[in-house]
């Protein structure tokens, strides 16, 4: 592969630290470690590079919406001249929910970071740039948060009508929940996926 074959990744993801500096800062461990696209697909976190410049006739876009019924689609744009409320929605974004349908971002410009509970439930960063698109799975413990660059653009995607209401942790009674423990952190015999690891 050529330099000019060499595409930037614009899905990242590692664990993160314990530290409790600026929630927007990386928070990588020392050593890095990165958690691979695989892996995220087995806690259900599924993601796509898509050409963000050409959103409006991209039929690869087209193609995902039209196979996994997203026929909902508005924009949200998160940084403090765009969005009404920006400190209350930015703490609430960042306090640890689960929804009970999936959430789907697609970054068409600026960056930001997901943050999913890994089967041991600890913090994995998912760093979505301009041409990232993830789907987080209905019942996973997540939240969100700016990095230091302050801006990103959102496209929202949904099944239907859209709801965005949070239940903050702990909401284990959920069915989503318990689904999405048997679908993603359970084996087959009811143990917990990973728990020696
Ligand atoms: C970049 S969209 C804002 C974050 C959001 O909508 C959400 O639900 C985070 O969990
Ligand atoms: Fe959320």
């Not at 960056?111 to 019942?139: C, Q, T």
């Amino acid at each position: 592969m050529g330099a000019s074959d060499k595409r930037e990744e614009v899905i990242q993801a590692w664990y993160m630290n314990e530290s409790d500096e600026d929630q927007r800062l990386p928070h990588h461990r020392e050593p890095k470690e990165f958690v691979s696209l695989d892996k995220l697909a087995e806690l259900g976190v599924i993601s796509w590079r898509l050409d963000a410049d050409n959103y409006e006739n991209d039929e690869e876009l087209k193609k995902i919406r039209e196979e996994r019924g997203y026929s909902y689609m508005d924009f949200c744009e998160v940084c403090p001249e765009k969005l009404p409320n920006y400190e209350e929605k930015i703490k609430n974004f960042f306090e640890e929910h689960l929804h009970t349908d999936e959430e789907i971002r697609y970054c068409v410009a600026g960056s930001g970071y997901f943050d999913v509970r890994d089967h041991n439930d600890k913090w994995i960063r998912v760093w979505v740039e301009k041409g990232g698109m993830i789907v987080l799975p209905a019942g996973i413990y997540h939240r969100f948060t700016l990095d230091t660059d302050n801006y990103i653009k959102a496209m929202r995607l949904f099944v239907g009508d859209p709801v965005w209401t949070p239940f903050n942790r702990p909401h284990d009674h959920l069915p989503a929940r318990k689904e999405y423990i048997q679908n993603f952190l359970q084996n087959e015999g009811g143990q917990a996926v990973d728990a020696a690891a």
